[in-house]
């Protein structure tokens, strides 16, 4: 199976900066897409960003600009840089990956929390 970890999140100011990373292990052949989701307390789970293994990037209109995504197709990670972080960007974060083994399938993250003070 495959195993996604993630790691980065807490608490910061308004303003401030952080920087999530995962980590895909296991029974891996290729991983066409990977990306960051978010829920907010009391809201559904929304698209933050997605970055394919070319290299493509997509992005919410509410972090463009501010958050960039990267990734390292040799090391299965991706990772999340968030700078200006507001109040609206406190959310539980998940790593989402697109992963081609046996099968292709969608694998998630546990989650990790961002709280963004005023």
């Known amino acids: 199976q495959v195993q996604l970890v993630e790691s980065g999140g807490g608490l910061v100011q308004t303003g401030g900066s952080l920087r999530l990373s995962c980590a895909a292990s296991g029974s891996i052949f290729s991983i066409p897409r990977m990306g960051w989701y978010r829920q907010p307390p009391g809201k559904q789970r929304e698209l933050v960003a997605t970055?394919?293994?070319?290299?493509?990037?997509s992005y919410a209109d509410s972090v463009k600009g501010r958050f960039t995504i990267s990734r390292d197709n040799a090391k299965n990670t991706v990772n999340l840089q968030m700078n200006s972080l507001k109040p609206k960007d406190t959310a539980v974060y998940y790593c989402?990956?697109?992963?081609?083994?046996?099968?292709?399938?969608?694998?998630w993250g546990q989650g990790t929390q961002v709280t963004v003070s005023s």
């Open positions: 970055i394919t293994s070319g290299g493509s990037t």
């Open positions: 989402h990956a697109l992963v081609r083994s046996d099968y292709v399938g969608n694998y």
